[in-house]
């Protein structure tokens, strides 16, 4: 699944700049986050490049390692530094940013309760840990200040933000806080549960003018008998209940879900029950995994593995579908003006390249626009499409 794909990323990253150390390109290696967390012997031992590791809550330790390496001081047993994940360290001063770019991610929690069975997450962040209101307004703010105009709200679980804090859901009540902000054009929200989605929070999503017609929503399944293996808190019916909510009070919804094909137990009938899912419910954004076993989960231990091959397959469906229905979506927008925000531009070929409210940047479709005048990226501007070519669009702004 994604895990193990992002797990592929980073080792193939790291061992990357081990090279350009290796070519004096490179001073230092400090590997942090979630694989550090989860294989610091490893990487210690089999990339000798490395400096040191830190845990998912040892950031604020980094200074400190920095300045030890300076001196030649960092000593062998403090090349591995491991905290408890519970517990978030409080950093001095403002959020740095390592790009600047109009857009940015605004992360409300960390950690998560659910303990889906194929999933280390819980194991490497801890428990859910929802961040404090006013920081993150100030967060926010400080980002908009920055020339920020779009805003992704991240967790691994944005809809039960303020649970633990209160006892109740806060997130309408934080994304309504959030649009006052001046400077913010567009919010975007990512990474919610289907079966924590409120009336409450989509009459928000309905009524803000700045929320985006967008919901990144993981169901990884459609398949009961699927999802109560995988240990999800939801089922085929209620999901589609939330769906059909959605379009509901906002018709032109973009709905984004990821899925997982070749989980342990899944039979061609579960294959072909979440294929009948695709096609009925015609979802805009669909990215599909095979599973992959993770170690220390109640997953890796399941009977009735399936066949790499027959994963593949049963993905190669999957995605034949949702590509199928994609073309037929873009080609219903040929001949309509749609909003699109510029992200940059093809110099070599003087086009530029943006998105709709559709799509969330690095992970959905662009859109090609041609345009007589410099546009500045992170501006709105109209455009009229004429054509796509898979799963892109391609316009000229009017």
């Given amino acids: 699944c994604f895990i193990h794909d992002a797990k592929q990323e980073s080792i193939e990253t790291i061992l990357s700049l081990a090279q350009l150390k290796e070519t004096a390109s490179l001073k230092y290696l400090i590997v942090m986050g979630c694989l550090a967390q989860r294989y610091k012997d490893e990487i210690i031992a089999s990339i000798p490049e490395t400096d040191a590791v830190l845990g998912t809550t040892a950031y604020d330790e980094l200074a400190d390692v920095l300045e030890k390496l300076e001196a030649g001081r960092l000593k062998a047993q403090e090349r591995v530094i491991m905290k408890d994940i519970s517990v978030d360290p409080v950093l001095p001063g403002s959020r740095v940013r390592s ?110 003018p700045k929320i985006c017609h967008y919901i990144d929503m993981p169901i990884q399944h459609a398949s009961d008998p699927v999802l109560k293996r995988m240990g999800r808190r939801t089922n085929g019916a209620q999901i589609r209940k939330t769906i059909k909510k959605l379009r509901k009070a906002i018709p032109d919804i973009a709905i984004r879900t990821s899925l997982i094909t070749g989980f342990p137990g899944e039979t061609e009938e579960d294959h072909a029950c979440l294929m009948s899912f695709l096609e009925e419910c015609r979802l805009d954004r669909v990215g599909v995994f095979t599973y992959s076993r993770e170690e220390n ?11 790499k091959s027959v994963a593949n397959r049963r993905r190669k469906e999957l995605m034949g ?35 709709t409210y559709m799509d969330a940047p690095g992970i959905d479709s662009v859109v090609f626009v041609h345009s007589g005048r410099d546009i500045i990226s992170g501006s709105l501007i109209h455009v009229l499409i004429e054509d796509f070519k898979d799963y892109d669009l391609i316009g000229t702004e009017v």
Avoid: W
Wanted: hydrophobic fraction near 40%.
């Fill in 99 to 208: 790009d600047i770019t109009h857009y940015s991610y605004l992360k409300i929690a960390e950690g998560c309760d659910k303990r889906c069975t194929y999933c280390i997450i819980p194991d490497l962040k801890g428990h859910y840990r929802s961040m404090d209101f006013d920081a993150l307004i100030a967060e926010a703010e400080a980002l908009a200040a920055d020339g920020v105009t779009e805003l992704m709200i991240v967790a691994q679980e944005t809809t039960l933000y303020g649970v633990d804090l209160c006892g109740k859901k806060r997130l309408p009540e934080l994304l309504s806080r959030l649009c006052a902000i001046d400077g913010l054009k567009l919010i975007r929200l990512l990474y919610c549960y289907p079966e924590e989605i409120t009336d409450e929070l989509i009459e928000t999503i309905a009524s803000e």
């Fill in 297 to 307: 989960t109640p997953a890796y231990r399941m009977k009735d593995r399936v066949l």
């Fill in 321 to 355: 579908l949702q590509q199928k229905i994609v073309f037929e979506k873009n080609a219903a927008l040929i001949g309509r003006k749609l909003d699109v925000i510029i992200d940059g531009r093809i110099p070599e070929e003087g086009i530029y390249v943006g998105r």
